[in-house]
């Protein structure tokens, strides 16, 4: 079992939908918790950081951690053509070094 | 947001050469700064984690003679693929972290396809 997992996709939904893109993992010691965008062939961008559970808003996104159920989410309103990417989660331990990566969701958001 | 910048973006190479890439925090110092592969479609592994100063962390797997990592100030790290082979061929992305107590936000460079002939 992998440490963390993330349904590859692709997910495509029309412009204006809600997305919603989910990554569970097993390691309970996970305390930070990422979302990363991907263009094709470009580094990975930070979209949102989370320390332990709650949520966290910015913009158009929000971030979700449920640590009793090992489960975050984030969620995209008002999607957009240009949001259109793989979003990865990232999670790291108390020592906060190196991140465990979720394998990314393909999104396809469409005119 | 923090600036991480790579250099080349894009390589070709033939068989047996060794490559050079470079990854540079520009607005910042990194005292740490780490060095990912990502292959077609799958996420990213780390290789190993660059220190400033001292000889870097090697990830369960990754060959430290192959995949030479040099950290040689607070802004620059270099990864040397040496004797490159085809199945080397890959995204190779690095990252660095601005807060230097280890919680902080990781950002990465653009980064470099490396392909070998």
């Known amino acids: 079992q992998k440490e963390v997992e993330q349904d590859p996709g692709p997910l495509s939904v029309p412009e204006g939908a809600i997305v919603s893109l989910n990554c569970t993992y097993s390691n309970s010691a996970f305390q930070y918790f990422m979302w990363y965008r991907q263009y094709s062939r470009k580094g990975p961008e930070l979209l949102m950081y989370?320390?332990?559970?709650g949520n966290k808003e910015d913009g158009r996104f929000t971030a979700q951690v449920d640590k009793s159920s090992k489960y975050i989410s984030l969620f995209i309103r008002d999607s957009q053509p240009s949001d259109s990417a793989t979003y990865l989660c990232a999670m790291a331990t108390g020592g906060g070094n190196k991140l465990t990566f979720g394998t990314g969701t393909q999104l396809k958001v469409e005119l | 947001g923090a600036v991480v910048s790579q250099h080349p973006s894009w390589v070709i190479c033939k068989s047996g050469t060794s490559v050079k890439i470079e990854c540079r925090s520009l607005d910042f110092q990194a005292t740490t700064m780490f060095w990912y592969r990502q292959f077609p479609k799958q996420s990213l592994m780390l290789m190993a984690t660059s220190n400033e100063g001292s000889k870097a962390t090697y990830e369960q797997g990754v060959e430290k003679d192959k995949f030479l990592i040099n950290h040689a100030s607070l802004t620059l790290s270099t990864l040397t693929v040496t004797s490159a082979h085809p199945e080397d061929s890959s995204f190779y992305i690095c990252?660095?972290?601005?807060?230097?107590?280890?919680?902080?936000?990781?950002?990465f460079g653009e980064g470099s396809r490396l392909t070998v002939l």
């Open positions: 990252s660095a972290r601005k807060d230097a107590s280890g919680s902080g936000e990781l950002f």
């Open positions: 989370t320390y332990s559970s």
